[in-house]
Nanobody
Framework: QVQLVESGGGLVQAGGSLRLSCAAS????????MGWFRQAPGKEREFVAA????????YYAGSVKGRFNIARNNDKNTGYLQMNSLKPEDTAVYYC??????????????WGQGTQVTVSS
């Protein structure tokens, strides 16, 4: 089992930045691919970004590529999502996920509870 806890969400103006963190506990985090997803009100959950177990491979949704950066620190069992040039359409609850998946988009076995990101125009 892996427990995931996100933090770092909040309210920011358009053009601003936020860094989300995902703290993992339980089974070793380093074995797993880690992903970030988001869900806006009335919309389905969508993939944002993912990083492989070593941090050597990353993958982004087209809507965030060039603005967001995913990273991880396996020594700290923590993943990160640096979000720059935020837009109102980035407003959503952001979830981190982890699992022994071969595919960046999942499926993932473990999910956090989510953190709210609100971008004002």
């Amino acid at each position: 089992q892996v427990q995931l806890v996100e933090s770092g969400g909040g309210l920011v103006q358009a053009g601003g930045s936020l860094r989300l963190s995902c703290a993992a506990s339980g089974r070793t985090f380093t074995d797993y691919t880690m992903g970030w997803f988001r869900q806006a009100p009335g919309k389905e959950r969508e993939f944002v970004a993912a990083i492989n177990w070593s941090g050597g491979g990353t993958y982004y949704a087209g809507s965030v590529k060039g603005r967001f950066n995913i990273a991880r620190n396996n020594d700290k069992n923590t993943g990160y999502l640096q979000m720059n040039s935020l837009k109102p359409e980035d407003t959503a609850v952001y979830y981190c996920a982890a699992g022994p998946t071969r595919y960046y988009r999942g499926p993932y076995d473990y999910w956090g509870q989510g953190t709210q990101v609100t971008v004002s125009s």
